[in-house]
């Protein structure tokens, strides 16, 4: 069985039906602070509860033979962390140093884990490749850095065995899941909510970045490709790989007015945008290197087309118009 927690999240959630799908075991831990009753919870063990209750875990260590963890679970709004950052190194490095013991204990020693570009920040050289330098410049971002660097010692005192996967920005659905946050604070939904007229406008952080229209600049990665990383990931270790940090991402770069033509085009509906101050910490420009997953895992995004990306999130738009 495998313990994928956060799986009534967005990527968590997308990710556990593929594991269904492959005729996997899942067992799911969320404590529903952010994720969503899905119909999916019903399909599998769900506990829920916090990662950090050692009780719990156990609890579910004991029922059921866990032979790996994929770990989702985590606060991940960079503003909240930088308004409230006790919560964020609480929620996210606390408890999930309470998780690796409660896993280590019970014998788990697969795991594999949701990082992030934001372990980057701002960067010197792009595309980034996983050697960049990484010094996050919010503390959700110093929060997965620093579960990065706790499996690290992990591996060398008591042989965890981990892939940190270092997503870009996750976007589109799959099936009956979509992404679908409260708040939402990624472009793609926003642009979408705006087509449908549940937003009046769209508001683009910044027009005078160093890129051709003066927005700045991420990689769309589609979280069918992301979820299929996982599992890669996750026959890495069992075919008795050793850990590694993966850049997930498709290595193309869209700016922000580029994302927002594009689902013009793919919608058929205007969207109005407004442009307001850049935020905080933002950086010009965000593309994975992303050979290192193709030579490692064997991944190859299927989702190469971004107007292909919004369109999955589209349709699942217009046929679940309240959402996941
Ligand atoms: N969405 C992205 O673009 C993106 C990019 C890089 C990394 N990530 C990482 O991927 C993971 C999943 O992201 P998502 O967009 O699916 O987020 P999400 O908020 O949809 O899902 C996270 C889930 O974790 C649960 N959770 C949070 N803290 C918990 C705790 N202490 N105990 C139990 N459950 C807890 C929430 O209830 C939620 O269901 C996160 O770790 C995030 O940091 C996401």
């Known amino acids: 069985m495998i313990l994928v927690t956060g799986g009534a999240g967005y990527i968590g959630g997308v990710t556990a039906e593929l594991l269904l799908n492959r005729g996997e075991g899942v067992v799911i831990l969320d ?40 770990h989702f679970a985590a606060l991940a709004y960079v503003g909240e962390s930088v308004s409230d950052p006790a919560h964020y190194f609480r929620n996210n490095v606390e ?22 570009c934001a372990t980057y920040g701002e960067p010197q050289k792009v595309p980034i490749s996983e050697s960049h330098p990484q010094h996050p410049t919010n503390p959700y971002g110093w929060t997965k850095l620093f579960m990065e660097r706790i499996m ?21 659905a799959a099936g009956d899941l979509g992404e679908d946050h409260d708040p939402e604070t990624h472009l793609v939904p926003n642009v979408l909510k705006a087509a449908q007229g549940k937003l009046t406008h769209v508001s683009v952080f910044g027009n005078e970045y160093a890129t051709p229209d003066g927005t700045a600049i991420r990689d769309y990665i589609h979280v069918s490709d992301l979820a299929d990383a996982h599992i890669r990931a996750l026959n890495h270790l069992r075919s008795g790989g ?13 700016s922000v ?37 193709k030579a490692v895992l064997g991944w190859q995004p299927q989702y190469g087309e971004l107007a292909q990306i919004l369109k999955t999130d589209w349709d699942w738009r217009l046929n679940h118009p309240e959402g996941s």
């Open 152 to 172: 690290e010692s992990y591996d060398h005192a008591y042989d965890l065995k981990f892939v940190a996967l270092r997503y870009f920005n996750a976007c589109g």
């Open 95 to 116: 408890q999930g140093i309470a998780l690796l013991d409660s896993l280590r204990e019970a014998g788990v020693n697969f795991l594999v884990f949701s990082s992030t």
């Open 257 to 293: 007015l580029e994302v927002i033509e594009t689902a013009r085009h793919v919608t058929g509906k205007a969207i109005e945008v407004k442009f307001e101050p850049p935020r905080a910490g933002d950086p010009t420009r965000l593309v994975a290197d992303a050979s290192y997953a």
């Open 242 to 254: 050793q850990s590694e940090r993966i850049n997930l991402g498709n290595g193309h770069g869209y």
């Open 31 to 70: 404590n529903l602070s952010r994720g969503h009753r899905l119909g999916l919870l019903n399909k599998v063990p769900f506990y829920q509860g916090d990662i950090g209750d050692r009780a719990l875990v156990k609890r579910i260590t004991s029922e059921h033979q866990i032979e790996a963890c994929i």
